[in-house]
């Protein structure tokens, strides 16, 4: 069974920089699909960026691009998302999730996910 456990989390002031973690259990992490989700409150799960192919294929929603960075360290497990310029729209919980198989496109349907992480941006 593959674990996900996401930190990093915590309060910041717009303009403000976060980075989150994920570790993820399992042998062969360096082959998985990752990326991170997000859910504002009364609003539905979004998608916020994805590393399919071992960093060789990210892709990132419209509203962070430029601004958050998705990447991963084999070595430990662990994928990362960093977020910079962040602002008051950018306040959610953030999830992270897996997938063993790399060709997976509906990130949506990722078979692993983490518990949550919370972010929030003051004004």
Known sequence: QVQLD???GGLVQAGGSLRLSCAVSGRT???YAVGWFRQAPGKER???AVDNWNGGNTNYADS???RFT???DNAK???YLQMNSLNPEDTAVYYCNAEPNPYYSDYAD???WGQGTQVTVSS
């Open 77 to 79: 497990n662990t994928v």
């Open 29 to 31: 992490f360096s082959s």
């Open 110 to 112: 990722y078979d692993y």
């Open 6 to 8: 996401e930190s990093g």
């Open 64 to 66: 962070v691009k430029g």
């Open 70 to 72: 998705i990447s991963r």
């Open 46 to 48: 979004e998608f916020v």
